[in-house]
């Protein structure tokens, strides 16, 4: 049969040249970098804003992962045990929301002059630093344990297992230590990696929670270096910082599992089990926790973005529209476009690389590039800012061609691992039957395989847009004059202090993104009924 | 390359010294065999025999590194060339069924007419025919995850004939269907099969379902074709303990003595005999065996005995049913040494 075709080589040749502008040449230009001013980078590094970044990080990544470990799991299993659908969309649904939202959801919420401290007189004396930033990144990443964990128990059937443990005369407790949690092992130590990862690449959160109070991650360290410092050796402390992430992260892609791939989405999966009274309480403290985490804080930046003043009590007499009015500049409206466009390119590019890469995957050389995307996901967004900026400075500099270079690299993974899934959930027979009933491969492309992949195609694209249309990390480090991102144009307000039009703002956000990434997450579409007549 | 005929036209479907290897691993070894048109040959093996990877090699799926596959009097493999399975005339019915989600079963069985270049409203007519006739052509417009296991291997074999190609490969063709449906699907075969002139190469690991169905049966086993012969013959003669075994119920008597054979009747011994349970005369004879349990198979009864050459089940005519304990009397009517 005929095994080589034209494109072969031109698929070969868009993915080596896409690596390489995207992934390869950047963290080259960054290691050059470091290779050739050593003796400051080095110096660098033992700076004392260095240290204490570094160990702000640290600490925040390490807490990050023991507290969304646990939230997490704690949902997986009882949303498995108790079947209950609201409650896995309510573990997920954090996810959807920008994290820097959410951090300004908070600080509506519960900071002086917030909610409850309007309405009850409380207030959270801690919200700024480290414990607030750590529980915040928290409640983002813990829908992404969720989901791995969730998968997990599904793929092992864990609840048929843990009843056979229980049949056996296992308590509750030895159930979960002997049978559930060996089974999930190995999905707690990827879940709690790639927290690690998005704790450490995390620049929205530290901004908003942990500045106020002094207090730095490695992320606000590079931003604060790179854009406000006149200190020559700022950009070398930059570089430094961003070649130690791109070391740790590089340690750690090893451990991350793969967040997307073959990671059943449970709403609506979830089997039928045996509903017991501990359970309940258990969903009734995971409903609480959303309650205060998710719930609260969006009515109060909702809130915050419709009532005419702040200290104005939150009744519908004191409500307006003209924050939103007054939020949606030329500059927001402009903003906005460059977000919507930057993602609408991003995810189409990151599935057709993602497409292609899954093509290729077959042969030796495919298996090796398969892992560079893998890689860069693991890589701090800012570290591939910066690697960007050294690599193709001051040509791209303050374009959006530059922020959409960082985005394919950072989100490629996110496209080609659903897509991959997809490719191997095919049943190869699926194919051959197409073949002896007389199509030939291009037939077998357009009608079977086509069709069968187009669900994954669309979630992929959806995934890298709402990606893609919050993120901050990257293009808070890269935007210029004419190149704002929605994202960073609503952090630039707060922080001139305009916190009713950086609401108005953020709520718009949200609606978009859980508008869009709704369907995509909790899976709602038409089902078809399964009839099992003989 | 140009197609090479064999000269050998009389077989639709033929195969010489086929050997598959995955890698270094021969899967399959010097399969030799054929299929004249309207008649069926049954691949009959355990899992892991080579049933399935030389179907697979029928149709094109794989390549051969010896020997060679041809169809219509056309060799279509040989080591080096495999001819795609589209430009084959052979129809597949997967083991695993293999409908496309995305399609009704209508679309399904519909595609490979389409694929023949028949108009839409023709394929649509054929198609419904075919549904029809394995017994589902009120669940056309459903799509497989819409119906059953049974309702979508009915939808398969549909599929597989549609372009009423010259062979059908059938892998487990009924494994999922109960047994008057796969009576059902084994009529509307035969009946394709008669008014089309196909030949069918059947893979099943059922002794039932492989004898009942074949002109000629192909015992696999370990990759190798081990015996090829009607189905009679395999059953009245296996040969070996192994392929009686894996053609029916089998007993097996050591017989040490000859002169034992005198009060037991086994021909031609001394050794070890293989008996069909319908092989011995119960209540007859000067031997005496001891029932161990017996089972209600509704036209008869099957009866474990315990003997001294070890054990034998038999086969009585209701209502006899005798129950555990009971000595009984028997004698051999028939048996044949074990060749082992």
Redesign the interface.
Known sequence: ?RSRRPWVAVRWGLLSVTLSVVIGYPVIRLGVEVLTNFADIGASLVHHASIRAFANTAVVAAATAVTSLLIGTAGAVVAQRTGSRSLAAAMISPILIPPFVSALSWVDAYAGGGLTDDLFGVRWARLFGPIGVTLSIAVNAAPVVFLIVSGSLAAHRESDLVEAARASGASAVVALRSVTLPLIRRALVGSGAVVVVLAANAYGVPAVLGLPAGFDTITTLIHRELAFSADAAAFNRAVALSMVLMILAAALATRVERPTARTPVPVGGLAPHRVHSRHRRSAALLWGYWTAAVLVPLVALVLRAIVRAPGLDPIPAHWTLDHFRTAWTSLAVEAATNSVLLAVAAASLCVLLGGALVTVRTTRLGRYFETVPLASFAVPGSALAVAALLAYSPRLRDTIALVLIVYVGKFWVLAHRPLAGAVDRI?V??R?????????ER?VLL??VG??L?PAVTGAWVLVFLFAVHELTMSVLLFGPGSETLATVTLNLRQLGDSAATSALAVTMTVGVVALGAPLFFGWKTR??????? | MEDAPTGRHDAVIEFRGVTVAYGRHEVLREATGSVAAGTTLTLLGPSGSGKTTLLNAL???VGVVEGEVAIDGVVRSSPGR?D???S?N???A?Q???????MTLLENVA??LR??GERRAACEQIARELLDRVGIGDLGD??P????G??QQRAGVA??I??RPAVY?LDEPTAHLDAP?RSDIQRALRLEQRERGAAIVMATHDPSDGLAFADTVAVLREGRITRTDTPEAVYDDPGDEWTARMTGTISVLRVADPTDLLLIGGLPGPGSLLVRPEWVDVGEGAAVATVVDSWFRGDHVEAGLDTAWGSLTVRLPRPDRPAPGTNVRWRLRRSVPTGD
């Open positions: 049969m049943p027979e699926t051959l039957a197409a073949r002896a009933s007389g199509a030939n037939e009608r079977i069709p069968m187009r078809r009924r399964v009839v099992t007549t003989p | 149709a094109g799926f495999t795609p399975p589209d084959r052979v129809g597949v997967f695993q069924i293999a409908l496309w989600p995305h595609f490979p694929q023949a459903r799509f995850s819409q119906v059953s049974g309702q599929r597989a549609a372009r490969l449906l």
